[in-house]
């Protein structure tokens, strides 16, 4: 199985702290955040890329989808906080050349006073580990 997520993590999680010293990141589904901003990024499909696989059933190419969702609890500006730190991580994503599917606001069921946002990235990884769009 090719598997990049930590390397991918690693790479995000670093340019974000660097820009928000404060946040938390993680590489696992936050259901209520310990502290704000938060940022959870990963990995929620990682499967054979079909049109490239070997007669032998071997992978060259895995089609990825990674799931970001980005949390804040401010009394005001919650909402622009969430844009600003989603739009940054956008173009780290865009620049490692994945595609971003989706962006947009959901309720946060259990505390309606966390602003959340919700965003989805594919990309196509080689077992070189070269990333490419979709």
Do not use: W
């Amino acid at each position: 199985m090719i598997d990049m997520e930590n390397e991918i993590f690693n790479e995000v999680s670093a340019q974000v702290r660097e820009q928000y010293p404060d946040i938390f990141m993680t590489g696992e589904y936050v259901k209520t955040p310990p502290s704000f901003p938060c940022v959870s990024l990963v990995e929620v499909d990682n499967a054979t890329f079909r049109n490239t696989q070997t007669a032998e059933g071997k992978e060259n190419h895995v089609a990825v989808m990674y799931e970001l969702n980005v949390y804040s609890n401010r009394t005001k500006g919650k909402k622009a906080e969430c844009k600003e730190i989603a739009a940054f991580i956008d173009e780290i994503l865009m620049g490692l050349n994945f595609t971003r599917t989706m962006l947009e606001p959901v309720p946060n069921q259990d505390n309606a006073t966390i602003y959340r946002m919700l965003g989805r990235y594919r990309a196509v990884i080689s077992k070189e580990k070269t990333i490419y769009r979709r």
